[in-house]
């Protein structure tokens, strides 16, 4: 359901921007969101935005850092990443739920298990 791409390295203070094709239909009637993990550790919420609206939300270890957005006509999501921490490496997915489940607000959406189409995954490594 959906391609995550971006790839890519970085230095501590550095930017990265993620990006995550979408195919889900109706595309403007789309909750996503991007979650992050680290081996051996939960994979935890970091940014949601309704297409819709254009709504989003942040997990508070990445809000005023990272920001998500939407370009409805490439049907694609992304996640600007800037001042990039070591604490930032992970593998980051992007998460879209079904068109049934739309919701204007992601703040009420960030548990792992309300999202039911997950990217495979695109690693961000952050050198200190």
């Known amino acids: 359901q959906q391609v995550e791409s971006g790839t890519g390295s970085a230095q501590t203070g550095d930017s990265l921007t993620l990006s995550c094709k979408v195919s889900?239909?109706?595309?403007?009637?789309?909750?996503m969101a991007w979650f992050r993990q680290v081996p051996g550790q939960e994979r935890e919420f970091v940014a949601g935005?309704?297409?819709?609206?254009?709504?989003?939300h942040y997990s508070d270890s990445v809000k005023g850092r990272f920001t998500c957005s939407v370009d409805r006509a490439k049907k694609t999501i992304y996640l600007h990443m800037t001042r990039l921490e070591p604490e930032d490496a992970a593998l980051y997915f992007c998460?879209?739920?079904?068109?049934?489940?739309?919701?204007?607000?992601?703040?009420?959406?960030?548990?792992?298990?309300?999202?039911?189409?997950w990217g495979q995954g695109t690693q961000v490594t952050v050198a200190s």
């Open positions: 935005i309704a297409a819709g609206s254009g709504n989003t």
């Open positions: 889900t239909r109706p595309f403007s009637n789309t909750l």
């Open positions: 998460a879209t739920r079904g068109p049934d489940g739309y919701s204007d607000y992601p703040q009420f959406f960030t548990g792992r298990d309300r999202y039911d189409y």
